[in-house]
């Protein structure tokens, strides 16, 4: 069955690139039928959907975070990405990565409902100085 | 301020029945969109729990059960046990938003 694990450095500095990569294993990103998904947790709060990419490089953002991230996927590594731009301290938080499923299409052709599963084990990452 | 809303805690005896509500409004439950639940253990990454609104994925337990009405969804643990004791999130989609959300989560703890 398919895994997760996310993978990238602990401790970013204030108004650094936060960039985090989600290895696949157990199946393969390029099969399709499912969108990969970053969803964070900040300490102690509740979860927050990030972002989504379909192997084809089709991405849907969170509104509020659009303007400073970037979702991007390797096809060659069965990995996808994630690059968060001039962090603070406000996205010190456990980052998970997981499967989007259960989705379907609207009349535009983007992807609504769903959950996700599996999850990776997620990894926490501090905004300091 | 989390788009969908959860009782901060809930709290049962061993044995007993439990459920936690999840109440949305009209651009994601009461849209229609289906409800999915999750449970976390501390210090681990959430896992799936029930799936839309009703189904439950292989291996979890049929003291656990999910149902939806209107704009709100619950989530019913039966024959309460202490491995139970965890946290809880209810998902759905939102057109509004154009995306994904969460409630903020309900803290079980068995007595």
């Known amino acids: 069955q398919v895994q997760l694990q996310e993978s990238g450095p602990g401790l970013v500095k204030p108004s650094q690139t936060l960039s985090l990569t989600c290895t696949v294993s157990?199946?393969?990103?390029?099969?399709?039928?499912?969108?990969w998904s970053w969803i964070r947790q900040h300490p102690g709060k509740g979860l927050e959907w990030i972002g989504c990419i379909y192997y084809s490089g089709s991405t849907y953002y969170n509104p509020s975070l659009r303007s400073r991230v970037s979702i991007s996927v390797d096809t060659s590594k069965n990995q996808f990405s994630l690059k968060l731009k001039t962090v603070t301290a406000a996205d010190t938080a456990v980052y998970y990565c997981?499967?989007?499923?259960?989705?379907?299409?609207?009349?535009?052709?983007?992807?609504?409902?769903?959950?996700?599963?599996?999850w990776g084990q997620g990894t926490l990452v501090t905004v300091s100085s | 301020q989390s788009v969908l809303t959860q009782p901060p805690s809930v709290s049962g005896a061993p044995g007993q029945r439990v459920t936690i509500s999840c109440t949305g409004s009209s651009s994601n439950i009461g849209a229609g969109y289906d409800v999915h639940w999750y449970q976390q253990v501390p210090g681990t990454a959430p896992k799936l729990l029930i799936f839309g609104n009703s189904n439950r994925p292989s291996g979890v337990p049929d003291r656990f059960s999910g149902s939806k009405s209107g704009t709100s969804a619950s989530l019913a643990i039966t024959g309460l046990q202490a491995e139970d004791e965890a946290d809880y999130y209810c998902?759905?989609?939102?057109?509004?938003?154009?995306?994904?959300?969460f409630g903020g989560g309900t803290k079980l703890t068995v007595l």
């Open positions: 157990g199946g393969s990103i390029s099969s399709g039928g499912y969108y």
């Open positions: 997981a499967s989007l499923r259960g989705y379907y299409y609207d009349s535009s052709g983007y992807p609504q409902g769903g959950w996700f599963d599996p």
């Open positions: 998902q759905s989609y939102d057109s509004s938003l154009s995306g994904w959300v």
